[in-house]
């Protein structure tokens, strides 16, 4: 046996992390909000709509505060902020950054975004939704 055989695989890992997943309710035929790592202490959410328009990147802390919000009920979003459109749908933005773009979602895509925070799908350690595009 060989020292590196018992060495972590810290490149699977961060290979892993910042793919983009979304949640494993969202179905091919609509959107999502998708995340991924793309370092560490930092998350970056996008839309499966538009996989190459505008993201909001966030320190790991806001993101698994803004998924709690959400799993619980509760409306205390602080940085990323969720407004609820008459049709059904929402943006987010990122209050603390000035021109923050705007993500635009469905209900169907709030719904199943829903679903994966529910399953804990989406948190910012290591997402383990299903793997986008």
């Not at 000035?98 to 350690?125: I, M, N, R, Y």
């Amino acid at each position: 046996m060989h020292p590196e055989d018992d060495a972590p695989n810290t490149q699977s890992y961060e290979q892993t992390a910042t793919r983009w997943v979304k949640s494993s309710a969202s179905t091919s035929a609509q959107g999502c909000v998708q995340v991924r790592v793309p370092r560490a202490g930092m998350v970056e959410i996008g839309d499966t709509k538009n996989p190459d328009g505008p993201t909001l990147t966030v320190p790991d802390t806001d993101w698994d505060h803004f998924l709690t919000q959400v799993a619980t009920g509760r409306t205390d979003y602080r940085r990323l902020r969720p407004t609820f459109l008459p049709h059904g749908g929402f943006t987010l933005t990122d209050t603390t950054t000035p021109h923050s773009p705007v993500l635009v979602f469905t209900q169907p895509e709030w719904d199943a975004f829903k679903l994966g925070v529910d399953a804990g799908e989406l948190h910012s350690g290591h997402p383990r939704g299903v793997l986008v595009g």
